[in-house]
């Protein structure tokens, strides 16, 4: 697949510093598609999602994203069976607070003795003794936010947490978050077709918060061809032109597409290279952006 350019490296995105001492390249990869259908179980081909993994850091990528409730557990298992003991200086990420009991089946579980038992599970699984970046998941409507924050925030404190990052919140969390343990990343759903979390992506550059879209691709008949026509004239893939707007979005920007399949996986790092001129980001840009609910 053509990219418009010879390189193919993450670190073509450039890099951000989490927490002020942990350095990745701009161009993350996220665990998730690595499971089995329905994000359960294992995948159809195990050898297939260990290839992807250490192609991954090979072509730079050392910030992979994933959670506990991939699988359940697989995707961790996986990171490790490809990747430990992490001599490539990869970041780890994992998150918590959702729960899987089925394939497409989630559920809320973000109390402080669920989380306090899960990172256990984690560590084990991913092969380290402290987590890098671990995230609540999403806030559980049965349990006090801040309880949640707390809880992660205690395992900071006894050196089981490096950073803490947050997945799926409205900026009053990130706010009620910050104050109680910092803050170094924010997950949220985000593209060029539907920016409804603009205002946290801008609280996020404000604060040098790294902000890792999931959801990148373009959603919508008008989204689909604005991509499409760029992609056209510059011979390379709507992944690509997708990404590389995300990256041009903001500084703090982190993608983490992911995939089972090490040539998608190659296409998506591809973007790290590929600039869009002024012309084209204005384009996108003007591309009205729907709420995700009357996207079609």
């Given at each position: 697949?053509?990219?418009?350019?010879?390189?193919?490296?993450?670190?073509?995105?450039?890099?951000?510093?989490?927490?002020?001492?942990?350095?990745?390249?701009?161009?993350?990869?996220?665990?998730?598609?690595?499971?089995?259908?329905?994000?359960?179980?294992?995948?159809?081909?195990?050898?297939?999602?260990?290839?992807?993994?250490?192609?991954?850091?090979?072509?730079?990528?050392?910030f992979i994203d994933t959670a506990d409730s991939y699988g359940p557990d697989v995707s961790e298992e996986l990171i490790a069976?490809?990747?430990?003991?992490?001599?490539?200086?990869?970041?780890?990420?994992?998150?918590?607070?959702?729960?899987?009991?089925?394939?497409?089946?989630?559920?809320?579980?973000?109390?402080?003795?669920?989380?306090?038992?899960?990172?256990?599970?984690?560590?084990?699984?991913?092969?380290?003794?402290?987590?890098d970046v671990y995230q609540l998941h999403i806030p559980d409507p049965a349990v006090s936010f801040d309880a949640s924050m707390?809880?992660?925030?205690?395992?900071?404190?006894?050196?089981?947490?490096?950073?803490?990052?947050?997945?799926?919140?409205?900026?009053?969390?990130?706010?009620?978050?910050?104050?109680?343990?910092?803050?170094?990343?924010?997950?949220?759903?985000?593209?060029?077709?539907?920016?409804?979390?603009?205002?946290?992506?801008?609280?996020?550059?404000?604060?040098?918060?790294?902000?890792?879209?999931?959801?990148?691709?373009?959603?919508?008949?008008?989204?689909?061809?604005?991509?499409?026509?760029?992609?056209?004239?510059?011979?390379?893939?709507?992944?690509?032109?997708?990404?590389?707007?995300?990256?041009?979005?903001?500084?703090?920007?982190?993608?983490?597409?992911?995939?089972?399949?090490?040539?998608?996986?190659?296409?998506?790092?591809?973007?790290?290279?590929f600039k869009l001129n002024d012309e084209e980001f204005a384009a996108l840009n003007a591309v009205a952006p729907k709420p995700?609910?009357?996207?079609?």
């Amino acid at each position: 697949m053509a990219t418009g350019t010879a390189i193919l490296s993450a670190a073509a995105a450039g890099t951000i510093t989490l927490g002020g001492d942990l350095i990745v390249n701009r161009m993350g990869y996220g665990a998730m598609r690595i499971t089995g259908p329905g994000i359960w179980g294992p995948p159809a081909d195990k050898a297939a999602a260990l290839a992807t993994l250490r192609r991954a850091v090979e072509l730079g990528v050392n910030f992979i994203d994933t959670a506990d409730s991939y699988g359940p557990d697989v995707s961790e298992e996986l990171i490790a069976e490809a990747l430990a003991p992490y001599s490539n200086g990869e970041v780890i990420a994992t998150k918590v607070g959702w729960t899987r009991h089925g394939p497409g089946v989630w559920a809320h579980n973000a109390s402080p003795a669920h989380i306090t038992e899960a990172i256990e599970g984690s560590l084990k699984r991913l092969r380290v003794e402290r987590i890098d970046v671990y995230q609540l998941h999403i806030p559980d409507p049965a349990v006090s936010f801040d309880a949640s924050m707390e809880a992660i925030a205690k395992l900071k404190e006894q050196g089981k947490v490096r950073h803490v990052g947050l997945s799926n919140v409205a900026l009053e969390y990130v706010k009620r978050a910050q104050k109680i343990v910092p803050i170094v990343s924010v997950q949220n759903r985000y593209s060029f077709s539907d920016r409804e979390w603009d205002f946290v992506m801008d609280y996020c550059t404000e604060q040098g918060i790294a902000f890792l879209p999931w959801g990148p691709m373009a959603q919508g008949r008008q989204a689909n061809e604005a991509v499409e026509k760029i992609a056209r004239e510059r011979g390379t893939s709507t992944a690509v032109v997708s990404l590389a707007w995300l990256l041009r979005r903001s500084p703090v920007v982190l993608p983490i597409p992911g995939t089972g399949s090490v040539k998608h996986l190659e296409e998506n790092v591809g973007a790290a290279a590929f600039k869009l001129n002024d012309e084209e980001f204005a384009a996108l840009n003007a591309v009205a952006p729907k709420p995700y609910w009357l996207r079609g």
